[in-house]
Structures are given as structure tokens and as C-alpha cells.
């Protein structure tokens, strides 16, 4: 008989196109869309173009092909022809998540990883793009950052930039851009930048990120000016190095600030008193260093999130935090559709006539032949089954089917009043057992009848009232508590 050729139709790749030398970087934050046009050559990055405008149409409310236009209009009005980009996210759209690894061997490594995404984040982690970032500190530990960004915005977002003519090819966050974790996984960096809407902080130590966050109570804008809070920024600097495990803190001894050049130096000038008990190192970034990049920058480039991810994806240096959907080619499609069973039963059915044409012998062939092709059909699934079961009891000790995240969302939902006088902003779950909430309440009374309800639950220890701001009906409020799971049953 013949040798049979098999070829798999859906995993069958072209060969790649080559990179290309230029791209635009984008940054979207608020309603705000910066870019810029950069070019490589000769081991050197030039600026050809660079613009701001402001969207009147909001990309998660309205039609992506109105909004696509819009960009098309304000990139056409700068004189930019690039279609290849990078998108910076908003990094309010995060997700943030933490764990620490056990030593296992590192070919396990991947699937606890995926285990651990899936019982970290708040939500169904199908429902997210995410990616993990690595950190050890000096004694050996290792953690792990998750990071994930929904997936709906983000497709509202490419659809946007598609129906501006142009070809997405990574979707990022800008602040990782800026700050990526420094070569010495001994010299921790705390890292925050002025955005349109609120103030990033990323901390990178152990060679990972170790903590990212948006702090949204940092920036209020008032009759078109943005006023800073420089005491919201170093209250939340010192809580979250507090959550860092102490081998990692102490290696963090330098604070950089991105942004805008006035809000910039206000911000260093009052963090730094804030901070003076920490013995933090106040740094203001006002230019790229020539060790910032594998190429060389102009030297009167603007600091900016669009300006260093276009270098980096220029240069080749990759990141962990991928956020751009997977593409589906046409070749693909057909792929899918084509390889499926129905042609093997149509090759099957012609080898049937073959097979009464020749003979008794032939047919036992067939039959060899047929009881093969079922297997083939089988061991995949079969495999993968047996592979999940290995894993399912090699980490079924490490899962917790408490629910602790959805206990603890539903004595939150409980405790709030129905009718809307006390309503959460965000809700923050560090470790499992330690939860700040911020929000806004009609008055005080309402507020302390909320945290009553919480501290008769079992579960809460205590409730601890943070800072509040404001006047009635729009109070700001800031609370926090222990979750206790050794209490009584939450249910």
C-alpha cells in the first residue's frame, strides 16, 4: 500500500512577513489619542511625525466606524500615512492579580500559572486577555504579577482602529513602556505617571512587575485644569509597598515620575517630603537616557508612553502583557471548516467502493485501516484527557473551592443600601483577606449604617473608616477590613 500523507490544515503556517521599519505608536487615555511616527535606521530610531487630539466620540459607547473615521480624520490633518501601530491601553482597564510560586520544575511552571489566573482574577479569565509577569526576591522566592485587560473594550477598540485604515500589531500598556523592569533584579523602581484621568504607579523589582495600579483618586480635572493630590499619591505608594513581601521593599529605593512637566515637578517637590521617612530616591524624567533603548533615540524626543512603545516594538524587545486579540486569518477559516470530520467520511466512503472492487483481502485491509483511523481520531482528546488528569491531582491541593472573592463581593453588595445613597468606586481584594473600598456616599449616616452591616458579619473583624473627602450628596469615602475565613460560613 501506499504511504498515507497527512497534512493539518489548521495548524499549517505561512511563512511570517518581515518586520517592518517603521510604526506608529498610539496611546489612548480618557478621551485623549497621542501618536507618534517613528522610523529605524542604521541602528538609529528618527521621529517623522507626532500629534495630540482629543475624541469627541467615545470608543466604548459609539459605532467603531464613527470613531475609526475620527482617528482617520485627526491622523490625516497631522499628515501621517503609516498604517502599522501600537496601542497603548488605558490602564484603568486592568486587572491586577498576585501569587507566589512554589519550586516546581520549569516545564510545570505554565500550568500553574494558568491555574493560578484562573482563581486570582475576579471574573471568568476567558472573559480576559492577560498575560504573567515573574519576580524573585534576594532569598529565593518567586511570585508572580497577572495582569488582564477585558476583552470587550478591547475589541470595540481594534474594530476602532481597523475602521481607521490602519493594521494593529500589539496592544500593550503604556506605563510598561515607559518603566520596564530594570537589568539588576537587585535595584527595585517604583514608577508613576501623569495621565489625562488618574496617576499610574508600577512598581519592578526581583527582574518582574511586582505591582501595577491606577490610581484614580489622584487627578481631578476642574474647569479644564487638572489638579494633583499628592498626598492620595504617597498614601497609596506606602500601601502598596507595604504589600510587597519585605525582601522585595527593601530593594526598592528610587521613585521616577513620567508626565506632563509642571504637574511632573509639582508632584516630585511634595512627594519627596511625604516619602523622606521611606528614603526613596525622588527622580523626574525628563528625557531618555542613551541606555534606554537597543537603538539610539533623537536626543530632543519627548518623553512619552506612544514614544517608547513604538521603540521597543521597533527594537524587538518583547513583553510578557500582550493584550491584541488573536486574528483569525481567512486561510484559517477555511482550515477550520475543511479539515473537519465531514471530508474524512467522504475519503472514508470512497475507500469503502474501493474496497469492494478488489476483494476479500482488501477488505480486511480496510478494515485495519478504518479501526486506525478512529484511534488517530481519538488519541488527541485522549491524550489531552489524560495530561488534564495528571495536572488536576498533581494541584487539586492548591485549590480553593471557598469562593472567598465572591463571599466577600456579596457581604459588600449586602451592607450597601438599595437605594444608591452609598455606592462603591472600586474594590480591591489583595491576598484573598485584605479589601480597601473607595466610593461615594449621599451623607455620613448612610455610610456608618453600611460599615454596621459589615462589621456584624462574621467574616469582618473590624472595618477600618480611611480619609473622607468632600460634602453631602457627593461624599468620597475609603474603607478597609480583614477577611477572616475561619469564621462562620459566609453562606
Not at 478591547?154 to 485604515?165: C, D, G, P
Not at 534606554?292 to 533623537?298: D, G, K, L
Request: charged share 20%; aromatic share 6%.
Amino acid at each position: 500500500m501506499s504511504n498515507l500523507l497527512k497534512i493539518d490544515l489548521a495548524n499549517l503556517r505561512l511563512p511570517a512577513r518581515q518586520k517592518g521599519s517603521s510604526v506608529l505608536g498610539l496611546t489612548l487615555d480618557g478621551g485623549k489619542l497621542e501618536g507618534v511616527v517613528l522610523r529605524r535606521t542604521n541602528g538609529s530610531v528618527q521621529l517623522q511625525r507626532s500629534f495630540s487630539a482629543t475624541l469627541s466620540l467615545d470608543p466604548l459607547t459609539n459605532d467603531p466606524e464613527l470613531v475609526g473615521r475620527e482617528i482617520r480624520n485627526h491622523l490625516d490633518a497631522a499628515g501621517i500615512r503609516e498604517r502599522r501601530c501600537i496601542l497603548g491601553l488605558p490602564l484603568k482597564w486592568a486587572l491586577t492579580t498576585h501569587t507566589a510560586l512554589p519550586k516546581l520544575p520549569e516545564a510545570e511552571i505554565a500550568g500553574l500559572l494558568q491555574i493560578e489566573a484562573e482563581r486570582g482574577f475576579p471574573c471568568d479569565v476567558s472573559t480576559l486577555l492577560h498575560g504573567a509577569s515573574r519576580y524573585t526576591s534576594g532569598s529565593g522566592d518567586q511570585y508572580a504579577t497577572f495582569v488582564g485587560v477585558p476583552r470587550s473594550p478591547v475589541a470595540l477598540v481594534e474594530q476602532a482602529i481597523r475602521a481607521a485604515q490602519l493594521r494593529p500589531v500589539s496592544f500593550s500598556l503604556g506605563l510598561l513602556a515607559l518603566q520596564p523592569p530594570a537589568p539588576d533584579p537587585a535595584h527595585g523602581i517604583l514608577a508613576l505617571a501623569i495621565g489625562e484621568t488618574h496617576v499610574g504607579l508600577e512598581v519592578t523589582c526581583g527582574g518582574g512587575v511586582a505591582a501595577l495600579r491606577a490610581l484614580e483618586g489622584a487627578l481631578e480635572a476642574e474647569a479644564g485644569q487638572r489638579h494633583l493630590h499628592a498626598d492620595v499619591v504617597a498614601r497609596e505608594v506606602r500601601i502598596t509597598l507595604g504589600q510587597l513581601p519585605s525582601a522585595l521593599r527593601e530593594t526598592v529605593r528610587r521613585v521616577r515620575i513620567f508626565g506632563p512637566r509642571d504637574l511632573a515637578q509639582q508632584l516630585a517637590d511634595e512627594i519627596e517630603l511625604r516619602l523622606e521617612s521611606m528614603q526613596l530616591e525622588v527622580e523626574l524624567v525628563s528625557g531618555y537616557s542613551r541606555e534606554e533603548f537597543q537603538a539610539q533615540v533623537p536626543p530632543q524626543a519627548a518623553v512619552s508612553p506612544a514614544f517608547s512603545l513604538a521603540v521597543r516594538l521597533l527594537t524587538g524587545e518583547t513583553s510578557n502583557f500582550e493584550f491584541l486579540p488573536p486574528h483569525v486569518s481567512a486561510w484559517q477559516q477555511f482550515a477550520a471548516r475543511y479539515s473537519s470530520g465531514k471530508m474524512q467520511r467522504v475519503g472514508i466512503a470512497a475507500g469503502a467502493v474501493a474496497v469492494l472492487a478488489v476483494g476479500a483481502f482488501v477488505f480486511q485491509q480496510w478494515q485495519i485501516w478504518s479501526a486506525q483511523s478512529q484511534w488517530d481520531t481519538m488519541k488527541a482528546k485522549a491524550t489531552e484527557l489524560k495530561e488534564l488528569q495528571t495536572k488536576t491531582a498533581q494541584f487539586l491541593p492548591w485549590f480553593d473551592a471557598s469562593f472567598r472573592e465572591m463571599n466577600i463581593l456579596r457581604c459588600l453588595t449586602e451592607a450597601f443600601p438599595e437605594d444608591g445613597s452609598v455606592t462603591a468606586k472600586t474594590v480591591e481584594i489583595r491576598d484573598l483577606n485584605s479589601v480597601t473600598c473607595t466610593g461615594t456616599a449621599r451623607d455620613y449616616q448612610a455610610l456608618l449604617e453600611a460599615v454596621k452591616k459589615l462589621r456584624a458579619v462574621p467574616q469582618i473583624p473590624g472595618v477600618s473608616m480611611g480619609p473622607t473627602r468632600g460634602k453631602s450628596p457627593n461624599m468620597q469615602f475609603t474603607f478597609s477590613f480583614t477577611w477572616s475565613q475561619g469564621g462562620g460560613s459566609a453562606n
